[in-house]
């Protein structure tokens, strides 16, 4: 196996788009004539394993699969169209499929490794949303065209470069968001009632090397661990552990762990980065086929300094996931804004051609059964941000002194 064959099975595995890859699965099914019906049945075959819902939205599967699969595809492109026609059957915009190309391509952006681009990465800062099934920004990642621009959560994405987006899947509207080097994209934006342009030039983005940023503050006479996790990538968790150690070492009274803007990553990141505050304990259930699952935390737990997280309306997928388990088991509270709401499950089936079908395979619930997606997370203590001045830190940290006085409080009793 080749290092590059290797990156892309590792990629497979491990990265989140909440998604949350829980695993690939490789098609090949026999009998079925003709290499291209072939990859119609592959497609059909990991949406009848692996959807979520068992009754297909109400479409007839099985029926599906006489129409679909039973045509005489004689080249790729016809057997890549067929696919797409059958996965709309299921009205399900977040179960897609993508051509190899655009598989290396979605792989370098969740993965954060150099590519070309804008910042616009794929499900990490623009996606679908659910409901109004309409291209939305999620988030924006630091030192990228699109966070230099000013684009923000919950940006409307009308058109690109003049199309507009009304109707467009995801994998259609990254294709012409992606481009050559040194060209400009330009999107035209709603927020709220405001509609403006931006243009975005296309450069080379750099492997994201770190994740986690940390540093003692000092607030009111106490020293403030402050730790920020802009995205979870395989990386993180060293990074997580290393500064959890030099900031118990500085003596802090309490942590403020930042998620503000956090987009999620990579899945095994995120369970292993709750473990070290957690332990191994249940973080979220997923509701799937098979009916309500735990989805548990990974290792063991390093710190039980005071902790209290931050967020707004970016911190999306395995960020809410973070985020409400350490609600959950009153681990700390949340401040900032209601969060994004991004929370379906997928699995990701390769074909035998090298293309592969994002198959939706559950969504995610807190603990106490709450639906995330569409809903997000809400906060303990509710702050929205205000210019020039982070109330969100403040009060998080003001919070923080609280609760360590009346820990202190309780044990001297």
Do not use: C
Not at 277 to 294: A, I, Q, T, W
Not at 341 to 357: C, E, P, R
């Amino acid at each position: 196996m080749s290092k590059n064959d290797w990156r892309q099975k590792t990629s497979l595995a491990l990265v989140a788009f909440f998604l949350l890859f829980l695993g690939t699965a490789f098609i090949r099914r026999q009998g079925v004539p003709g290499q291209f019906n072939r990859l119609v049945n592959e497609a059909w075959e990991a949406v009848n394993e692996g959807y979520y819902d068992p009754n297909f939205g109400g479409a007839n599967w099985a029926a599906i699969r006489q129409e679909f699969v039973s045509g005489n595809y004689g080249a790729r492109e016809e057997a890549h169209t067929a696919i797409r026609q059958m996965l709309a059957r299921l009205n399900s915009p977040a179960t897609r499929f993508l051509t190899k190309e655009q598989v290396a391509a979605f792989l370098n952006e969740v993965s954060a490794r150099p590519h070309i681009g804008t910042g616009l990465l794929e499900l990490l800062v623009v996606d679908v949303e659910e409901q109004s099934r309409k291209l939305q920004i999620v988030t924006t990642i630091p030192n990228t065209p699109a966070r230099r621009a000013g684009l923000q959560p919950g940006d409307w994405i009308l058109a690109i470069d003049g199309f507009k987006t009304d109707g467009l899947g995801l994998t259609e509207a990254m294709e012409k968001l992606r481009g050559p080097e040194t060209t400009i994209t330009r999107l035209t934006i709603q927020r709220l009632r405001k509609q403006f342009e931006v243009q975005l030039a296309r450069q080379k983005m750099p492997a994201i090397e770190r994740s986690v940023h940390a540093e003692t503050r000092q607030w009111r006479g106490q020293r403030i661990g402050y730790i920020r996790l802009d995205l979870f990538l395989d990386t993180s968790v060293e990074q997580m552990r290393e500064a959890v150690r030099k900031l118990e070492e500085d003596r802090v009274s309490g942590l403020l762990l930042d998620l503000r803007s956090n987009p999620g990553g990579d899945v095994r990141s995120s369970l292993q980065i709750a473990a070290l505050f957690l332990g191994d304990v249940p973080l979220v259930n997923v509701n799937g086929r098979e009916g309500l699952k735990p989805l548990r935390s990974l290792g063991e737990q390093i710190t039980k300094l005071p902790l209290n997280v931050l967020v707004n309306k970016g911190t999306a997928s395995a960020g809410e996931v973070l985020a409400v388990a350490l609600q959950s088991h009153q681990r700390g509270a949340i401040v900032g804004q209601t969060t994004y709401g991004k929370g379906l499950i997928h699995k990701a089936a390769q074909l035998s051609d090298g293309s592969m079908v994002l198959i939706t395979s559950g969504s995610l619930q807190t603990l106490k059964g709450a639906e995330i997606l569409g809903r997000g997370i809400t906060p303990d203590v509710a702050v929205n941000p205000k210019t020039g001045r982070d109330e969100q830190w403040n009060k998080a940290a003001d919070l923080l002194l609280r609760q360590r006085l009346n820990l202190s409080s309780t044990t001297n009793k």
